[in-house]
């Protein structure tokens, strides 16, 4: 605790001008990263370059693995030794850790994943924006399994958003992803560090003596006490569907109830983990349901309408999975129509249907051409349909 | 937007466009105390292609990051000049490297050679950019001359904050020269023009 | 036998159901028993041993002993090796790992692992063949031999681990069989002795799928081709290379220093933290 009181001294007492990515390195550090694990990649770079001088500093270790799959091994493995860690990368690289994304899962290690959504698919853009990847954060890994993705649309979330998604790992036992977009990684800003102090979860260990524990045992949270390798726990870790000892099992009674917590652990959990923001929505006629980058240019254009006597409103989710349901239901019982801006041909905005009970007439506004939806774009769009 | 104010550094890659745009931000932002947001565009050429850098700045909070109309804008090659000009307000200020941009769209444009200066002054082309940001400091209201000196002699590497110093001040005394000779009017410009 | 017995309840897991997966005459069983021996000679505690694998028949390894084991995805056990052992060197971390997913998709991670020097005991158990997926050919399957997917012959050479290791870099290479036993030990022995990244190869063998589909004979009999085609380093010395040419090295192929990855990486830190380094 002292050691984090100095920590804290040392570097957060001054103003900085920070970039996405360099608020995010900030934002694991005081979360208690102390495992980098990552393959070069535009526009991810700049937080395995950081990474690679803070980390010894603090007696962390920073890896150059040969890829990306590689990369998310050693998160895995570093992870189970105790180290609270950390990949970044971006599309091409997301794409290459998914099997072992997976593998974290299903093993309920906790990680974090940064990916930078550049233009896909494919090599695609490497140094421009898009927001691509949102599915691929749900879906991306095969087979049923939960997921967390949080997305940040300022420095200052870039930062405290990263402390969560680590909180949230620790907490849940899941792999966190952090999806940025090239505006948001690579975009300065000013930000105060440890200004406000966000609490660090750490995972919860096993009380009982080691012939007792059992791995993946049931808990009213559904997420069973974790011992880290070398504790004197000695137990075993698969990927393939373990029984509460993780032992392999094939037998249906006990893969049906793993596969039930795994997926509950996440579901009875919702307020916790959904963060999102609200504004102006509660008169709205119209509003905007937007992300990322594009949740800024969403703002401005909210103001200008209202500048102008439209009433629109904008809720920011910050939290893409698990989806906001109820906050989204709620905008769109509130509102006429709902405008779903994405630099994508419509993945959120898939959601939004999804949800949709015939309350709000959904529009979307779908920009592939690697620039970034300006304000004029989502305030035509806001006129049009009110 | 009454109180954006945007600016565009622009010209090709290894102009050191996007260092200035941070410099400039860590002045206005940290030392002169405004909110600030700054971006880059940018191709995949570590050398060449070309390059932008943007900052916003405002007294409250930044929404959309990116450079709309713009206040200033700085063209340190003859394409981005054409690229970018029309983006420019009608009170928006034109700054140009003269060494490189022959062709002035608009009355409203300060011509300065930063790199000819940096190359016969300091016998290194890589200051141009530490020379420009000394005009901005001087020829506009955003950013003043002590946060400037501050924020770059905390961003340059170490035992180069002389000759950085220096190419600041060499900046601002060509900003004064260039002052004091007016901005072209439409008239004088078409005037310019004949001759 | 009493002593075997006691090593037995010593480090199996006994709440773990048995029977085991491998079959009937399988090497893997004898590779398991050599590594039991030899981590008990070392005396390390079952507290400190990680024992990390990969997929495949050698995968499904560490499930019986009783140490901190970790079954990872297809190939990558080297990876995640490499988080635990950096996350916690105070850790022994061994990987068991077949042909295939040590050199074909694991190939990569391999030769980079050997480069890095990390100090990780690699032990790929070589029966040339995919056996648990049925018999498919694999980077080590010899050029000319009959598997399931290479029904009108192998087209392909194949890779030599150890050569290869020696090439990459590893500190300590070694080539045993499961026939040699008790030399399997010692090579495991100095393997897991050594600072840096060693490689134990064991030139094993799958009756099941590989020697059926080329009448090469029941366990016993391809033991017995072991027998007769390997040949220790020390006698190999002397020997003409058309002698050598159907023979299979057996012994430390290399034991050499190099700088490991854990110790450069101590300076690293010293130096991020201003401390100055001679």
Known sequence: MKRREEYVKKRFNKEKLLQGNEAVVEGALYAGCRFFAGYPITPATEISEVMSQRLPAVDGTFIQMEDEIASMGAVIGASLAGAKSMTATSGPGFSLMQENIGYACIA???????????????????????????????????????????????????????????????????????????VVAHMREKITLGDDRI?????????????????????????PPMANFGEGYRYHVTGLTHDVRGFPTSRPDEIDPFIRRIFRKISQNFSDLQIGESFMTEDADVSVIAYGCVARSAKRAVIDARERGIKAGLLKINTIWPFMRIQVEKVLKTSHCVIVPEMNMGQISREVKRVNKGDAKVFTINKVDSTIITPTEIFNRIREVC | MGNRYDIRLSGSGGQGLILMGIILAEAIGIYDGKFVAQTQSYGPEARGGSSKAEVVVSDQEIDYPKALRLDLLLAMNQKSCDDYYMD??????????????????????????????????????????????????????????KAIEAAVLARVPRGTENLNRNALRAGISAAKKVEKTTLLTPSNFLENEDT | ???????????????????????????????????????????????????????????????YVDFNTLHTTHGRALTFATGVKLANPKLKVIVVMGDGDAVAIGGNHFIHAARRNIDLTAIILNNSVYGMTGGQFSPTTPYGMRTTTTMFSNVEQAFKISELAVTAGAVFVARGSVYHAKMLDGLLEKAFMKNGFSVVEVVSHCHTQYGRLNRMGTAVEMMQWQKEHAITVEKAAGMADEELADKFKIGVLIDRELPVFQDEYDKVKARAKGISIP
């Open chain 1, 108 to 182: 309920e290690v906790p990680c974090v994943v940064v990916n930078v959504m550049r233009g896909g698919p494919s090599t695609g853009l490497p140094t421009s924006p898009a927001q691509g990847d949102i599915m691929q954060a749900r879906w991306g890994t095969h087979g049923d399994h939960p997921a967390i993705a949080l997305c940040p649309s300022t420095i200052r979330e870039c930062y405290e958003l990263t402390i969560k998604a680590f909180n949230f790992s620790e907490k849940y036992r899941n792999p966190v992803i952090l999806l940025l977009d090239e």
């Open chain 3, 1 to 63: 036998m009493a002593g075997v017995t006691e090593l037995i309840h010593k480090y199996l897991r006994h709440d773990k159901k048995f029977p085991h997966v491998w079959c009937p005459g399988c090497g893997i069983g004898i590779m398991l028993g050599a590594l039991i021996r030899a981590i008990d000679q070392c005396g390390f505690a079952k507290d400190e041993i990680v024992l990390v694998a990969g997929i495949g028949c050698t995968g499904r390894l560490p499930v």
């Open chain 1, 199 to 223: 609490d660090i979860f750490n995972r919860v260990k096993p009380t009982v003596p080691p012939e007792w524990y059992i791995p993946y045992e049931d808990t009213p949270f559904g997420i």
């Open chain 2, 88 to 145: 420019l307000k009608p009170t928006g200020v034109l700054l140009v490297d003269s060494t490189f941009v022959n062709q002035i769209p608009i009355p409203r444009a300060y011509q300065i050679p930063f790199t000819r200066i940096a190359r016969d002054r300091f016998k290194k082309e890589m200051v141009a950019n530490i020379i420009a940001l000394g005009a901005i400091s001087w020829l506009t209201p955003i950013v003043s001359v």
